[in-house]
């Protein structure tokens, strides 16, 4: 349905904007001298990750991709190079997002770091946890499950529906891929519609993962290339879920809402 | 005159004692009555005799000390018998009409006064006859006349209404004429009684009436020629919400003027905002007539629907029916289009989903240009962006546009500006909030844009990118969006996180114009003039109002560590909660509230006036001195189109000091009937001048209506039908005086009931206490003393 609504994707944004920025650039006699969106510094947003004591960076560079990616095919201006944080750091509530990685148990975070991810979930962040064993280990996600229980009790983790915005929210996604599509489903957990934190299991990290050289670090298994791509998707899904939230919602509803009412 | 004796008790015992006394008593008797029986021989008859009465003294006296008996003796005089008149002083009586089209006019109270001083001659006859004339005036109440009312009928008729059957059912109430039966009841009235079903209403009336058992003589007073044009009844909502169709009807119901075209209006405080053409068709015939209005703005008002005045009209007080409705918002409509998708997107669009009030369409740019050409479309879930169906074609429905760091020129909603400008103007709600792209392309530098901002965007404005905490402006400490800033510990934005980006604009050259006005300064950054940059600044061009926020990350006002609470409340909460209660005039806003009882009160009923004063923080607000007045709706109407115009001299004015809850109130009294405007004035915290309409001011409407309702319907046809049916159904007779009818000297009476020595009027009563003084205990000593002499004589036991 949503393939269908979006079928008529004959860019006349594009079409119009681009004679537009030509007028503009090629009128130098212009009483009012535009600067162009790209002249002016964008101001960009971080993409940090958790760093703990463990195996915190099990897919080094994963958000560096990530965040290349967004810019490239997003308005999105992420920093080229995000940063970490650790969980008791001030530094946590530069940005309401947060990515969590690991291949194995989380470890104790301490009364403090627990106390500042609880707040910082209530406060409106949502923190992303990215399981890098892909589906063959329960340690990280059984550990992730333990800390949600503890900085979030009243609510529980269930599974994403597939109908979810977050799987509308720029792509059209069908799966949850990452490095693997072992688990064809994403955990989360939702308070008044919003997901606060999410678990994926599918290695998404692994996916995203280059080289030195730019290379792909890790195939990915069985859809080779075309499941990287999606796996990208999903990312890129997942950070204009996180700036836009269930903007997409809003969609099915527009020709209601534009002839609802009276004039003015 | 009769005399009757009765004993009465003073003292009950309780029923244990009861029954200890009875068992006793008839303990006394029978063994008195064995003793008799069985008396000795040698006991003469008479001797055993008197013992036995001795012994019935004794329990006679026991019996008058014990329940205190009293022996009363009552002169009774025989009853007597009233008729009760009935005069009927509603509004409907000054009505002038006539027999027919040949005969002037005359007022039916006019016509009461003559036949009450025809009937002159009956009514002494009913006084020889010892009847009782007790006359009584009725309209919504019964009042009794007395002296020279009472035998002219000589009233000015003004009551709201014409409660005949409340009349009729107290007809027999003799609580003011103990012992007077009710022989008869006398109306004299036009018969309408008010209600638009004119058979219930009868059916009502002729049941009390049958009830009370007596029968009821009717003089109809109305007369079926009269020239009219009512406003009958008005079917209207006490709500209607802003740009939607709100329906009013009424009904207009004309006599004497068929065929006549007329135009009714509709008017909301006294200025037209409707009319409709009409042909008057026969008399009494009820003409529906419709309005549909679409409010333009929230707030309370008298809306009135008008019939023009016709030379010779029996009354104008019907030509017009007012009533208040209050307008409210429905859901606000609010547009958010966002050139990026960022952290501060995400928290001002969390806070509006979230408000149930809200109805929110969004834009989002997610893609630039660069990143057309990548990618294969059929994956995306992106739509082109509408832009002429927005700002072109939709625009005017929205209640608020929020432009959220929108580059306006890339997305060719450049060439709309001036629709967003004319759009203010005309009422509508704009945000423009800055950042990287917001204010860097000039493209609301349109002089019809630039009219309406406070801050000057002719230029592409850059960011600066050092974090700073705004400075808290004197405006911006009494104004609704930022006072709150003052509540808690009162360090304002020193205990809140500092800001990060900054958009180095300037005041508008014409901002002063505007009424412009700095909410927020940056703490050192001054434009060329030396005055501060604004961060928050508002203005109010036209009917619209416009907030500029130089910043795209007042987000971070609700997401930082050990973030400070508000009475509760994030501050970025607080902070956009109060621009959109203030860009879109919310009542509910201000922290000054007034409210009357009810929006429509009769002439003499008591108006509750009530106010309600809250913190910045919109906690209760104690010691707060109010002031108030109320003046008359048109007056105020005037002086506000008319701005040389002295201020209008209130009817009520008054001072007032809140309590511990923030309220106030003052009960008024005897208001003439009108439309009223009742305003409450609340001086700045800083004791200043007023700065602020919903912080300094309130104002509610109200109506005190004269008695046009009873005037809804006058034709006296249904009237006289139902007096004569009336008359009919108790055995009374119907007594027309336009065909020369009078009140009869036989008039139809009720049986009298019969006298018992219960009833009557006591005269005079005289007490003799059985059991007062030594009396009572010498007779039963004396009794049993005698008792026990003459057995011991005569042997007996």
New interface residues.
């Given amino acids: 349905m ?2 269908r ?10 079409g ?3 004679p ?2 030509a007028r ?1 650039s090629a009128a130098p006699s212009d009483p ?6 790209e ?5 960009s ?1 971080d993409l940090p990750q958790l760093r703990y004591d463990g195996h915190w960076a099990p897919r080094p560079g994963a958000m560096r991709v990530l965040a290349r990616e967004l810019r ?6 992420p920093v080229a190079e995000p940063t970490t944080v650790e969980a008791d750091d ?1 530094a ?2 530069d ?2 997002f947060l990515y969590v990685a690991g291949d194995e148990g989380l470890p104790k975070l301490g009364r403090g770091g627990e106390a ?1 991810l609880r ?1 910082f979930l209530d ?3 949502l923190a992303v946890f990215d399981a890098a064993d892909g589906g063959t280990d329960l340690a990280f996600t059984r550990s992730v499950e333990d800390l949600l229980s503890r900085i979030s009790p009243a609510s529980e983790l269930g599974p994403v529906a597939r109908d979810h915005v977050l799987f ?5 996604v069908d799966a949850p891929v990452g490095r693997t599509s072992t688990v064809d489903h994403l955990l989360a957990i939702q308070e ?1 519609g ?1 997901i606060k934190a999410l678990l994926m299991r599918n290695d998404m990290g692994g996916a995203l993962a280059e080289t030195a050289d730019g290379r792909v670090a890790h195939p990915c298994v069985p859809g080779g290339a075309e499941q990287r791509q999606w796996a990208i ?1 999903l990312g890129v899904n997942v950070l ?1 879920y ?7 919602a ?2 099915a509803h ?1 020709e209601t ?2 002839r ?5 | 005159m009769t005399e009757e004796w009765s004993l009465a008790p003073g003292h009950v015992p309780s029923a244990l004692m009861m029954v200890l006394f009875g068992l006793c008593v008839v303990v006394a008797l029978v063994e008195a009555g064995f003793a008799f029986a069985r008396r000795a021989a040698t006991v003469p008859r008479r001797t055993a005799l008197v013992v036995l009465a001795l012994r019935l003294l004794a329990v006679a006296a026991i019996f008058a000390i014990t329940f205190e008996l009293t022996l009363r003796f009552d002169r009774v005089a025989p009853d007597t018998r009233r008729v009760v008149v009935l005069a009927d002083r509603s509004a409907s009586m000054a009505i002038p009409d006539a027999p027919d089209r040949e005969t002037a006019t005359t007022s039916r109270q006019a016509r009461m006064e003559d036949a009450w001083a025809a009937a002159a001659e009956a009514r002494a006859a009913w006084r020889e006859d010892g009847l009782v004339v007790d006359v009584r005036g009725f309209d919504g109440a019964t009042h009794p006349y007395s002296g020279e009312i009472a035998e002219t009928l000589a009233t000015r008729p003004d009551g709201a209404a014409s409660d005949l059957a409340a009349a009729i059912a107290s007809a027999a109430d003799d609580g003011t004429h103990p012992g007077e039966q009710l022989a008869a009841v006398v109306v004299l009235s036009d018969g309408l009684v008010g209600g638009a079903d004119e058979d219930a209403a009868t059916k009502h009336l002729v049941d009390v009436a049958k009830r009370l058992g007596t029968p009821v003589t009717t003089v109809s007073l109305g007369a079926p020629i009269l020239k009219d044009i009512a406003v009958a009844d008005v079917r209207a909502g006490e709500f209607a919400f802003v740009e939607n169709v709100a329906e009013f009807e009424a009904t207009i119901i004309a006599h004497g003027l068929a065929g006549q075209p007329i135009t009714v209006e509709l008017r909301r405080n006294g200025e037209k905002v409707g009319e409709s053409a009409l042909r008057l068709r026969g008399d009494g015939v009820a003409q529906p007539v419709r309005f549909e209005v679409a409010p333009d703005r929230v707030g309370q008002f008298v809306y009135e629907i008008v019939v023009p005045p016709r030379d010779g009209e029996a009354t104008l007080l019907n030509n017009s029916r007012a009533f208040v409705v209050k307008v409210l918002r429905d859901k606000v409509r609010v547009l958010h289009v966002a050139g990026r998708p960022d952290w501060d997107v995400r928290a001002l669009r969390t806070i509006l989903r979230r408000d149930p009030n809200v109805e929110l369409l969004s834009y989002y740019i997610l893609r630039g240009f660069d990143d057309i050409a990548r990618e294969d479309t059929d994956a995306l879930s992106l739509i082109p962006f509408p832009v002429e169906e927005l700002f072109e074609q939709e625009l005017g429905s929205f209640d608020l546009v929020i432009l959220h760091n929108f580059d306006a020129v890339p997305h060719q909603v450049a060439q709309y500006v001036d629709n967003i400008a004319q759009f203010v103007e005309e009422g509508g709600a704009l945000v423009l909030i800055g950042g990287d792209l917001g204010f860097s392309d000039g493209g609301y530098g349109t002089p019809a844009m630039q009219s309406l901002l406070p801050i000057d965007l002719r230029r592409p404005v850059s960011v600066d990118r050092v974090r700073f905490r705004p400075k808290l402006t004197e405006a911006g400490r009494r104004h609704p969006i930022t006072g709150w800033l003052l509540a808690g510990d009162g360090r304002g934005w020193e205990a809140l996180p500092e800001l990060d980006t900054f958009n180095l604009v300037a005041l508008a050259d014409r901002s002063e114009a505007l009424s412009a006005t700095t909410l927020l300064a940056h703490p050192s950054a001054v434009d060329r003039q030396g005055r501060p940059r604004p961060l928050l600044a508002v203005s109010e061009p036209g009917r619209g109002r416009v907030v500029t926020l130089a910043t795209g990350s007042t987000w971070r006002l609700g997401f930082a560590p050990d973030l400070t609470l508000v009475d509760g409340a994030r501050p970025y909460d607080l902070l956009w909660l109060g621009v959109v209660r203030w860009l879109l005039r919310d009542d509910s806003s201000g922290r000054l509230q007034l409210e009357t009882d009810k929006p429509r009160y009769r002439e003499g009923e008591r108006i509750e006036l009530r106010a309600k004063t809250l913190t910045a923080a919109y906690a209760p607000e104690a010691d707060v001195a109010l002031t108030w007045r109320v003046l008359p709706l048109a007056a105020e109407t005037a002086a506000d189109a008319d701005a040389s115009a002295s201020e209008p001299n209130p009817v009520r004015k008054g001072e007032w000091t809140t309590d511990d809850l923030g309220r106030a109130e003052v009960t008024l009294q005897e208001l003439d009937a009108g439309a009223y405007a009742a305003v409450a004035v609340r001086a700045a915290d800083d004791g200043s001048a007023d700065s602020g309409e919903s912080v300094h001011e309130a104002r509610r409407v109200f109506i005190v209506e004269p008695p046009g309702r009873e005037l809804a319907r006058i034709d006296a046809d249904p009237g006289i039908a139902r007096l004569r049916e009336l008359a009919d159904a108790t055995g009374g007779v119907f007594v027309d005086p336009l065909a020369g009818g009078v009140l009869p000297t036989d008039l139809p009476l009720g049986e009298p009931k019969e006298h018992s020595p219960s009833q009557g009027r006591v005269q005079a009563r005289r007490e003799l206490a059985l059991w007062g003084g030594p009396g009572a205990l010498v007779v039963l000593v004396l009794a049993f003393g005698a008792e026990w002499f003459l057995r011991r004589r005569h042997g007996g036991t």
């Fill in positions: 949503l393939r609504m979006s079928a008529a994707a004959g860019w006349v944004a594009a119009l904007a681009i537009a920025r503009a009012a001298p535009w600067l162009l969106p002249d002016v510094p964008a101001i947003i490239l095919r997003t308005r999105l201006e001030d946590l509530f940005t309401p500042r707040q406060l409106g962040g509308r929210s720029f792509y059209l008044e919003r998707r204009l996180a700036t836009c939230t269930d903007y997409k809003d969609r527009v809402l534009l609802a009412r009276r004039w003015r």
